[in-house]
């Protein structure tokens, strides 16, 4: 069974920065594209970063510059560095495994983790 377990969201000052964690379970995470969702209030939930099984990064444009996402195969993790945060990256975060498809990422299940919170705010 897949799991999807989200933690590092706080409240923080514009330009400040967080580190996201998501740890998977259910599948063999070395070999799967994962990545990065998030949802603001009222919106859609839109993709925000991708990293391949062989460690390829892909970025939305809103993004790129500012977040930086890892992965740790040993420990079936990934990660999103967060920084220079703008109010307009309040949202909820949430991970997954990918697969790509014309050009653009999906959810490769159809389930989510709780999400963790992040806000921007002074």
């Known amino acids: 069974q897949v799991q999807l377990v989200e933690s590092g969201g706080d409240l923080v000052q514009p330009g400040g920065s967080l580190r996201l964690s998501c740890t998977f379970s259910?599948?063999?995470?070395?070999?799967?594209?994962v990545g990065w969702y998030r949802q603001a209030p009222g919106k859609q939930r839109e993709w925000v970063a991708a990293?391949?099984?062989?460690?390829?990064?892909d970025y939305v444009e809103s993004v790129k510059g500012r977040f930086t996402i890892s992965r740790d195969n040993a420990k079936n993790s990934a990660y999103l560095q967060m920084n220079s945060l703008k109010p307009e990256d309040t949202a909820v975060y949430y991970c997954?495994?990918?697969?790509?498809?014309?050009?653009?990422?999906?959810?490769?299940?159809?389930?989510w983790g709780q999400g963790t919170q992040v806000t921007v705010s002074s």
């Open positions: 990293i391949s099984s062989g460690g390829s990064t």
């Open positions: 259910g599948s063999i995470f070395s070999i799967y594209n």
């Open positions: 997954n495994f990918l697969r790509l498809q014309g050009g653009t990422y999906y959810p490769l299940y159809g389930l």
